[in-house]
């Protein structure tokens, strides 16, 4: 009779065990596909303003690199790239359609959108290889990014290279539509802002799509410092 019930109770309990371990083996083989989605996401929706540990209440430090844009010296197409700090403004993106200079700081906060264009941290350096992804307000420095047409010339000026691109594509997406702005395997410039809506609707995302058509990397990294 004892053995009867211990029996029924494991019969009962098994089950229960098996559930349990088959959800451990779900739920550790998914922590990796999470952490991908988790940092695509950040990407996908940098202008969402997340909270990081350098924007909390008075943390984000602002560092302004003066850039030389009249850098004149001897360039190379290889050379040393100059990872910037969360919340420097490390390079100049300016074309002559837009008709102005636009300061670039790398990361992405409501601070740093007041005084620049932000260049999201899960995109690549400029001049490294892949997408670099840059946004601005549309009523603001981005303002006048619609006047951008295929085949116009982009220039991002940084102290350590200039690097120039050639307008190819005009985008258009929802804000939760990743697909401009994840990792790509060719080296281009993904540059985007909200639509001009009158009726306030926040959620299209429009800009471009520039191809790298030429590197000009400093003979010394640094040396397109003004300071210099």
């Not at 919340?87 to 005084?115: C, F, H, N, Q, R």
Request: charged share 25%; with cysteine; glycine share 8%.
């Amino acid at each position: 009779m004892e053995n009867n019930k211990k029996d029924r109770i494991l019969h009962i309990v098994t089950p229960f065990i098996v559930l349990l371990f088959c959800s451990a083996i779900v739920a550790v083989g998914l922590i990796k596909p999470y952490d991908k989605l988790k940092m695509y996401l950040s990407l996908a929706f940098m202008d969402d303003l997340k909270t990081t540990p350098e924007s909390k209440n008075t943390g984000l430090v602002i560092k302004d690199d003066p850039i030389n844009t009249d850098y004149s010296g001897s360039t190379s197409s290889d050379g040393t790239l100059i990872r910037p700090d969360f919340g420097e403004m490390y390079a100049v993106l300016s074309s002559k359609a837009m008709g102005t200079d636009v300061p670039v700081y790398w990361g992405s906060t409501s601070e740093l959108l007041d005084i620049g264009a932000c260049q999201s941290t899960g995109s690549v350096v400029i001049g490294d290889k892949g997408n670099t992804v840059i946004s601005a307000h549309v009523d603001t420095f981005f303002a006048d990014l619609e006047k951008l047409k295929t085949g116009d010339t982009v220039t991002l000026k940084t102290n350590y290279g200039e690097f120039i691109y050639t307008v190819s594509e005009s985008i258009l997406f929802d804000r939760s539509d990743g697909r401009y702005v994840s990792p790509t395997e060719d080296d281009r410039l993904t540059l985007y802002t909200c639509k001009r809506d009158i009726l306030g609707n926040m959620e299209q995302r429009t800009g471009f799509i520039c191809t790298l058509k030429e590197r000009k990397f400093y003979s010394k990294a640094g040396e397109g410092n003004s300071n210099e």
